[in-house]
């Protein structure tokens, strides 16, 4: 097998063994990388002087210690709105194009300390906003299967990159189900952790109650490992919630038996595409010959969740993206006569559309006279979703739905219709809302062979659940061996 295709724990057998070194293995990572992505655009910033550098350190690690750590020697691609020390993070936006951080966020420390060789930094919308990656201030990411469509956004150069070999694992940020959705589209595995499981310090902020950090992985068990590397409680971070860590792996391996799967009637809804509605009831199927029980729940405040997390997201996005004004980061114009002239044009020059969008919107439900009236309501819908949840995990252990309603669409198909582009994210959003964590895994092919994939959802930390049953399901199929064709 060519190095560059391996899982993480295939190639830390062979690293352990010294059959492959660390340098060797970031060399052919990078080869494939040189060859793929002048047709992916995965990668926004590829640092080879320091991976390789870093993979010479992680060699004489290997060769001196007899215990390295987890990650030692394994490349890593980064997703460009978590800062890493010293090399550029642009959060996919001209305003930031020419940032470079004096520090590394939290779990990029946490990759560091574990010997994780990074890359360099992927893809992905601006500050988090899209569904599609069509929304990059740098161009769009293609899918590696098929070069026409969407990888998915936001994280869809982490998806793309993982999928076609260009890095052992990454990481993505998850707001609205920007993991889980690039995740399915490209056919690798995305978890969101549950909200402050992960710490989001150094973690360029979109919308602060809703975003997380969470791996890309080519298997399961890949993403308990690199789950295990960058959860844990952080005193840098407010919302890092302190309690310990399980032991991810061993999860890994206690089956299904007995497990209430609830199967949610408003997540099968119509106008699916019928390839994603009969590949999910199959896979649901699959684990309950494994031994799970199959339970029927109900979570009826769904059909809000769209309209609650649009108004929640823009307005913290409205607050958090305040801090540009060409003073204290990147982008300033040099056309400004005056202090306020300064402000309008750096932000109008240095923001995109998209963007633009979401801070009107956002600005606008936190105005005095629609506070109440939008805002504060979404609130309270947020509320009930969490309760519609709690409730339902009374009656099961993991919830099974679709990660996306249809496989990944033409670039341009939606990018003129925001509304419709929104609702890409409908199955996903819900999760972000009520803080749970929730898993995306493949689970079939569509008549054009574009993967389809399941949608686990969890109780608050229940990450050994859905690891679980996505790795008794994934040992029953061989939907994550399949390779797009590049």
Not at 148 to 161: D, K, M, Q, T
Not at 371 to 395: G, P, T
Request: charged share 20%.
């Amino acid at each position: 097998m060519d190095a560059f295709r391996l899982t993480i724990h295939q190639a830390r057998t062979l690293l352990d063994t010294r059959h492959l070194s660390a340098q060797e293995l970031t060399r052919a990572v990078l080869d494939r990388i040189r060859a793929t992505d002048g047709t992916l655009h995965s990668y926004v910033t590829l640092d080879e002087t320091q991976a390789l550098a870093q993979a010479a350190a992680a060699d004489r690690s290997l060769t001196n210690s007899d215990h390295p750590p987890p990650l030692c020697g394994i490349p890593i691609a980064v997703k460009d709105i978590i800062l890493t020390k010293d090399l550029r993070s642009t959060a996919g936006s001209k305003i930031l194009e020419h940032f470079i951080p004096p520090y590394d966020a939290s779990v990029i420390r946490r990759l560091r300390n574990a010997g994780a060789v990074i890359l360099g930094k992927v893809n992905c919308d601006e500050f988090g906003m899209g569904s599609s990656n069509e929304n990059s201030a740098y161009g769009p990411t293609r899918n590696p299967w098929d070069v026409s469509r969407v990888p998915g956004g936001s994280s869809g150069g982490s998806a793309a990159c993982v999928a076609a070999d260009q890095a052992v694992a990454a990481l993505g940020t998850d707001t609205g189900g920007s993991i889980r959705l690039p995740a399915s589209f490209c056919g690798v595995v995305g978890l969101k952790p549950t909200y402050g499981r992960v710490s989001r310090f150094g973690v360029v902020a979109y919308a602060s109650s809703l975003d997380q950090v969470g791996p890309l992985t080519k298997d399961m068990r890949d993403c308990a490992l690199l789950l295990q590397v960058i959860a844990g409680h952080d005193p840098r971070e407010s919302t890092s919630v302190d309690r310990p860590v399980p032991d991810y792996q061993a999860a890994l391996e206690r089956g299904v038996q007995g497990l209430r799967v609830g199967i949610p009637r408003e997540y099968f809804v119509a106008g699916m595409q019928s390839e994603v509605d009969q590949a999910v009831r199959r896979a649901i199927d699959t684990l309950q010959e494994l031994g799970a029980e199959p339970v029927s729940i109900s979570l009826p405040h769904t059909d809000y969740a769209v309209a609650a997390y649009y108004i929640i997201a823009t307005a913290e996005a409205s607050s958090n993206l305040a801090r540009y004004d060409g003073v204290k980061y990147g982008h300033r114009t040099e056309s400004a006569t005056d202090l306020a002239e300064m402000y309008r044009q750096t932000r109008a020059q240095g923001f995109g559309p998209e963007v633009k969008r979401r801070i009107m919107l956002g600005t606008y439900a936190l105005s005095a006279g629609y506070y109440d009236a939008y805002y504060s309501k979404a609130q309270k819908v947020r509320r009930l979703i969490r309760h519609d949840f709690l409730r339902a995990f009374e009656q099961c252990d993991v919830i099974a739905t679709p990660t996306a309603p249809t496989t990944a669409f033409q670039l341009g198909e939606k990018a003129t219709d925001p509304l419709t582009m929104y609702l890409s994210d409908i199955l996903t959003i819900a999760v972000n809302l009520a803080g749970l964590p929730g898993l995306s895994l493949p689970c079939g092919f569509d008549a054009e062979g574009l993967p389809v994939s399941l949608q686990l959802i969890g109780q608050a930390f229940g990450e050994e659940a859905l690891l679980q049953a996505g790795y008794a399901y994934e040992q029953a199929t061989e939907w994550h061996t399949a390779r797009p064709p590049l």
